[in-house]
């Protein structure tokens, strides 16, 4: 079985959202969708939901189109959280789980088991408007994956989550990914996503800009990271005026060098040397994730403020 | 969408928790016991009413130039008005009406108009011999008192006919005494004429009702409209879109606010039907023994029920449009902007019925609702003119049969002005004598004209 997402596009008045989106998540994998802000990610989640119809192509779970499967086929994680805010945890947990066919006693302990396993069993009889964001989110996530969905949609699941959290919740997925579900998340967390996907794509204006593992997408990338280390010296800012330099990052006793496109390592080295520097170390680091999204996307994976809003032009 | 999304269970489920936070809501739960309260008052109002009328001692002045009908019609006039109910102690029981001669007419009317005293009743003897008895009252028409007048009239006229007989002589035909209730409102239903007070119970409970419903529909309504709007605004929208279809979630919402404004309906009607059910009990308590209920004219158990069926049919109506208001707006904040425009579409709803049960001046026939008592009553009863039923003491009462003539009545009157004449000159005996004798035996009692 395999998600596909065929050639589909979305207007909202005259902006084009998605155009001609298309690509594939095998079953059983945990596939990464990134992008900037209004990139058309969350217009893709609720296309594959029936939420929003595509104006062409179509999204396909094991061959049929997804608005003719039952709607428990999908598990999802709005990018925007809502709980009712005056229902208890445990009774909105049940109450999602009936809608999608779920037995409630069954739902009552699937719930209370997964309410434990994140560590925050006591909560269960507490009303929602009562939690922090991040047990909201957490029983956001619960209320996703209670009906046990083939397909999870997860928009933006580890956004304002502690480290504590995020190591639960990324072990969630590991564990889900390995009893057979298939889960596409999107995420500005770049580190996240190197950790987590086997496969991922990268969508800019509603079109795909890259796509294929993580080991591809490293190969393919015309990005370049130096790690340079000088004898003396902290903080080398200095580095940053070196011609061919794209960014600067400080790291633990190195300089983290993103190169421009067409400046060999080599001659960042002999320019460093030239300036009378002693090089303690030096070393040619496959490039970031990061580094990858910024080179395709043209700028951080977080400054999209004047993209559309999806929303808005709806 | 080829989706096949059934409206069950997942309607059902939605309902179900729509329901439950609705009835475990601290203001569903106020307005619930306000509304008991306002209801068991409103039940309790013709008994609390009496209670007040009781109190009161209705000041009745009689105008007559001849002292011999004067002292006649206060006599008359008292022993008709001023009837202890059976069961009471007399001793303790307070007349009710103040029946004193007024001899400076033009006062008695001054006093009348100045609201001093409550009723004038005027005996004129006309050239031809005939009594004419008119009560005035500034009043609500009152179908009791004019009758009351009305028997009163009625014993006079007899005890002045026998006493202008001749001694010895041999008796004359006694001609019936006309009996004219001349109003310009006369409801009848099945061409029975209904009593001015079951009328005015009525034309009450209904404005009660309609705005009940009126206040329930757009209360319940904007719940819908708030429900959608908030389940917007949280964003819980976007989860249960995704696992329920809009029909299902709509329907569920719909049925779960209307499940609990029903219920709160049920809470507040069966206090006011246990009400209705023991009044006699209640008005013993409350007005001293013997004392029955008098019934809230019209509050029947079929009125209830269809106030039920009319509320189920308008709330859905206005639940759906609510819905679609609520689902137009991404926070609860903007329903204020919308529920004008709403509101007023309500109104209009409101007003219709509301001007029929209060009923109208003039005869247009149009802008008129079918179905409502009041209203369709009158439409019955389509000719106008005057009727004169006949005075024998059984068509004095209740008696249904008397108006069996298809009532003339116009309507709009103006109740204040009841007449009651007394004719005993009419030559041709009345068309409508039923079991009256023509031929009395000698010295008929007046009382037993009372029957």
Known sequence: MTLEIDRVTKRFGRTVALDQLAFGVPEGMIFGFLGANGAGKTTTMRICLGILRADEGEVRWGGVPSTDLPRRTFGYLPEERGLYPRLTVIDQLVYFASLYGERPDQARADALGWLDRFRIPDLADRRAEELSKGNQQKVQFIAAILHAPDVLLMDEPFTGLDPVNLALLRDAFIELRDAGRTIVFSTHQMEIAEALCESLVIVDHGRIVAGGTLAELKRSSRARTVRLGIEGEIAPTWLGSIDGVAALRPGAGFAEIELMAGVEPRDILAATLERGALVSRFEVAEPSLEAIFVELVGRPSDDGEEAVDEEDAA | ?451
């Open chain 2, 1 to 451: 969408m080829a989706r096949h999304d059934p409206l069950f269970p997942n309607a059902g489920t939605v309902a179900r928790r729509e329901y439950s936070e609705r009835v475990r809501s601290r203001l569903y739960r106020i307005s619930t016991i306000v509304l008991m309260a306002l209801a068991v008052g409103v039940a309790m109002t013709p008994i609390v009413l009496r209670a007040f009328d009781q109190a009161n001692v209705h000041r009745i002045r009689v105008v007559a130039q001849e002292d011999r009908l004067a002292q006649g019609i206060m006599a008359t006039a008292e022993g008709v008005m001023n009837l202890p109910p059976p069961g009471v102690d007399r001793r303790r029981w307070k007349a009710p009406y103040e029946i004193v001669r007024e001899t400076d007419r033009s006062y008695a009317m001054r006093e009348l108009a100045d609201g001093q005293i409550d009723a004038i009743i005027e005996v004129v003897r006309q050239p031809d011999g005939q009594l004419a008895v008119t009560y005035r009252t500034l009043g609500p028409a009152d179908g009791v008192r004019s009758q009351l007048a009305g028997f009163a009239a009625l014993s006079l006229g007899i005890l002045d006919w026998t006493a202008s007989l001749p001694k010895g002589s041999e008796l004359g035909a006694f001609r019936t005494p006309s009996f004219t209730t001349e109003s310009l409102v006369a409801p009848t239903e099945g061409g029975r004429q209904v009593d001015a007070v079951v009328v005015a119970s009525r034309g009450f409970l209904g404005t009660v009702f309609i705005i009940l419903m009126f206040i329930t529909i757009l209360i319940y309504g904007m719940w819908v409209a708030t429900g959608v709007a908030t389940e917007k605004s949280s964003r819980v929208m976007e989860l249960m879109i995704s696992a329920a279809s809009p029909r299902q979630l709509l329907v569920g919402k719909v049925v779960g606010i209307g499940g609990a404004g029903l219920t709160q309906y049920v809470a507040i009607a069966v206090p006011v039907m246990l009400v209705l059910a023991f009044q006699d009990q209640i008005a013993g308590a409350i007005l001293g023994a013997g004392q029955a209920g008098l019934p809230t004219g019209g509050l029947t158990i079929g009125l209830i029920a269809a106030y039920g069926v009319f509320f189920l049919l308008g709330f859905a109506l206005f639940a759906l449009i609510y819905a679609a208001v609520g689902s137009f707006v991404s926070r609860p904040d903007d329903l204020q902007t919308l529920s004008l425009p709403l509101s007023l579409i309500a109104m209009a709803g409101y007003l219709r019925p509301a001007r029929v049960a209060r009923g109208r001046r003039g005869d247009a026939g149009s802008d008129r609702l079918p179905g409502t008592a009041v209203q369709s009553v009158r439409d019955a009863c389509p000719t106008h003119g005057q009727r004169r039923a006949s005075a024998g003491g059984r068509s004095l009462g209740r008696d249904p049969a008397r108006d069996d003539r298809g009532g003339g009545r116009r309507h709009g009157a103006d109740l204040r002005d009841r007449r009651v004449a007394i004719r005993p000159a009419t030559r041709v005996p009345p068309v409508h004598r039923r079991g009256a004798p023509s031929r009395l035996t000698p010295r008929p009692r007046p009382r037993a004209a009372t029957g």
